[in-house]
């Protein structure tokens, strides 16, 4: 594990520390649009680190499709922390998507049961944990996350600067996420305008190159082609042409007679749906992963190339590494795209029947999703109009032929208009793609993408075939944006005002732990003073013990020993010289050192079992201890077994002589 950060402690009692670091990370938010996101959620993990003090931070995300969590940013992580790990058993999954946690604290994980579901906790001995969810648009899609290798707790600082940056890294994300999907619903758009301007202008087999190399390169795909279908045989045929990487290449025409029996070209050909595919290895058909594996195809999308009553074919994209991440909406924009193409196709096959330029460009003309129309820039009127433009409008084609671009512009619009023929006037270049608001006929008002192909006429220009597409849609995306920035600007606000309470009462709680340390100093200077004098008694005591002791033994060596001396010299019987030798080896015991540790136990012998205890002790049999107390040896026996049973030895193989005797 990475070591610890170390920090002084009056970093967390400085609030304009604190609150600059959370200024820089709201720097990042408060950006344009294409700033770097995964930067920005770098910063916020390093400002997070800082301030928990942790041993690493992550910020990672659900990709609930494949049951993986993916962690794509990070702090002080240990080398080998792995980027994908399954979806179960982790905190993050079980703490968030299943419980619906708003924050999670853990001081000691050691005592729950992630020990064991959770391999991290245990391999880089993970102790402590704090976190909180990324949401987007309410749903749970990540989470931010610090965590130890020792058990401990998080103040309430910590945890409200946990919330707060995981709410600006949703913010974050969730703004990077419209944005993306305002820049690819403009690329769209873009895409579908110049395919749609190229098919009405273009009649030969250039257009399938055209077609190609614009959406290859406007989608930065590694490889994007078409394959022609012949729903006789159920045999595909190459185009001549394909993309790969970066550029346009011509390949010879080949057959291809068993891709219908690949489950993902026969679902498209017979549902005539797009197929997209983020990850081939979550393909469960072992064959079609194998003929993906062999052709280095990592992800893909196929697309159906076909009308309502023919399949003409499909147009395929694919990355060699990496996923591709389009939605919903970014596949329908691909299916209209595919259906210009159908309709060109379409087209083609018609024209064999009847004239070929003006049946191709009737049918790509009134029946594109997109609303075309041919203006003359000389007489600033329409020429021809689709019938998309009048669906868009809400005004018929003999109005639209009869009006001027100052009635259905916006007066912002018709002055950019009469700029830009100002400037091709005077031969400055000009942009196809321009943007203009309309005035539709019940009044309403809507933002269209125009893509603009100039007409030329002995070398001059004297109109423009043009495609447009609304985008009203995006333009309130945009206006969502700056009210997102205004909120997320009024919460950094809040946040701020509540860092800076919490930082006044931490500075008075430091105040007040010094004035108790001050008091317990004190204190400890009375109790070492006490433990002195203490000291001093015992001793004291010690000595006078000692000397009390030293008096008692003068005494009996004194006052006694004389005695039995002459007791001694006197004509004793056998049993008498006996009790006597007893007399003076207890006797002598006494003077000589302490009771053995036995003593502590003779308090619960009677006065007999103390006697039999002392003579056994000292090596004497059961018939001499009966003699030498005049007893009987069948109450010598009595005596031995109620010994033993207060010592605990009963039913034990010990000997009752040697236990008494490792006791002195």
């Known amino acids: 594990m990475p070591s610890h950060i170390q920090i002084g402690k009056d970093h967390f009692s400085d609030p304009e ?38 041993a690493f931070a992550i910020c990672s995300r659900f990709e609930m499709n494949t049951g993986e969590i993916v962690t794509f940013e990070g702090q002080a992580l240990p080398e080998d922390f792995p980027v994908r790990v399954n979806i179960r058993g982790r905190i993050g999954y079980e703490e968030f998507i299943r419980a619906g946690k708003a924050l999670v604290v853990y001081s000691d994980l050691s005592q729950t049961g992630y020990v064991l579901s959770d391999p991290e906790v245990k391999h880089y001995r993970i102790q402590a944990c704090l976190g909180a969810p990324i949401r987007y648009a309410g749903q749970v899609v990540g989470f931010l996350a610090v965590y130890d290798d020792r058990p401990r707790e998080f103040d309430e600082t910590e945890r409200r600067t946990m919330r707060t940056l995981a709410h600006i890294v949703s913010m974050m994300g969730e703004r990077q996420h ?40 406007a989608f930065e795909v590694d490889d994007a082609y078409i ?223 125009f893509h603009i192909r100039h007409l030329y006429e002995g070398g001059k220009i004297w109109g423009a075939n043009v495609a447009a597409h609304l985008i009203t849609e995006q333009k309130k995306v945009q206006k969502e944006l700056i009210n997102y920035r205004r909120r997320l600007e009024l919460l950094v606000a809040e946040r701020t005002e509540e860092l800076s309470i919490a930082n006044q009462k931490l500075r008075e709680e430091v105040a007040l732990r010094k004035g108790t340390e001050k008091e317990l100093v004190a204190k400890s200077e009375r109790l070492k003073e006490m433990n002195t004098a203490m000291r001093v008694l015992l001793d004291k005591r010690n000595e006078d013990r000692l000397q009390s002791e030293e008096n008692i033994r003068v005494n009996l060596v004194q006052l006694i020993e004389p005695y039995l001396d002459r007791l001694d010299r006197s004509e004793l019987a056998a049993p008498q010289q006996q009790l006597l030798s007893v007399i003076r080896t207890n006797l002598n015991e006494v003077i000589g050192s302490p009771m053995p540790e036995l003593s502590a136990k003779y308090y619960i012998f009677s006065p007999g079992e103390l006697q039999v205890a002392n003579l056994i002790r000292k090596g004497r049999t059961t018939k001499e201890t009966a003699e030498l107390l005049n007893i009987s040896a069948r109450t010598v026996e009595s005596y031995r077994n109620s010994i033993r049973r207060k010592l605990g030895l009963k039913n034990k193989r010990v000997n009752l002589k040697t236990y008494l005797s490792s006791k002195e």
């Not at 520390?17 to 820089?24: E, F, I, P």
């Not at 959620?41 to 928990?52: E, G, H, I, K, N």
């Not at 273009?202 to 190159?209: A, E, K, V």
Request: proline share 3%; net charge negative; glycine share 4%.
């Open 227 to 449: 394959l022609w279908y012949d729903d006789r045989t159920r045999d595909f045929f190459s185009h001549t042409s394909r993309w790969r990487l970066d550029r346009l290449i011509p390949i010879s025409k080949e057959k291809y007679t068993n891709l219908t029996s690949i489950p993902v070209i026969r679902e498209v050909v017979e549902n005539r749906a797009p197929f997209l595919c983020e990850n081939v290895t979550a393909i469960s058909d072992e064959a079609t992963r194998e003929f993906l594996r062999r052709n280095k195809v990592a992800s893909f999308l196929v697309l159906p190339i076909c009308n309502e009553r023919n399949v003409y074919g499909m147009f395929a994209m694919h990355m060699r590494q990496g996923e591709l991440n389009w939605d919903k909406e970014d596949l329908e924009s691909f299916m209209a795209i595919s259906g210009i193409l159908a309709q060109w196709r379409g087209g083609r096959a018609i024209s064999h029947e009847l004239d070929e330029s003006q049946a191709l460009i009737y049918q790509l003309f009134q029946l594109s999703p997109t609303a075309i129309y041919q203006f003359d820039l000389r007489e600033l009127r329409f020429t021809k109009i689709n019938d998309q433009v009048c669906k868009v409008t809400g005004y018929t084609e003999e109005e639209l032929l009869r009006m001027r671009p100052d009635e259905i512009l916006t007066p912002a619009s018709y002055r950019l208009l009469q700029q830009r023929l100002i400037d091709l006037e005077e031969g400055r270049p000009l942009s196809d793609n321009v943007e203009f608001e309309i005035k539709t006929k019940d009044g309403s008002l809507q933002w269209g993408h």
């Open 17 to 54: 520390r604190l609150l600059c670091g959370l200024s820089d990370i709201v720097d990042d938010v408060v950006a344009a649009t294409t700033s770097d996101f995964s930067q920005s959620v770098s910063r916020a993990l390093s400002y997070l680190l800082t301030t928990v003090q942790g």
């Open 178 to 217: 419209y944005a993306h999907k305002l820049d690819h619903k403009r690329t769209n758009d873009k895409v579908l305008a110049a395919v749609s301007a190229e098919a009405i202008s273009t009649q030969d087999d250039s257009f399938l190159d055209f077609f190609i190399k614009t959406v290859g390169r």
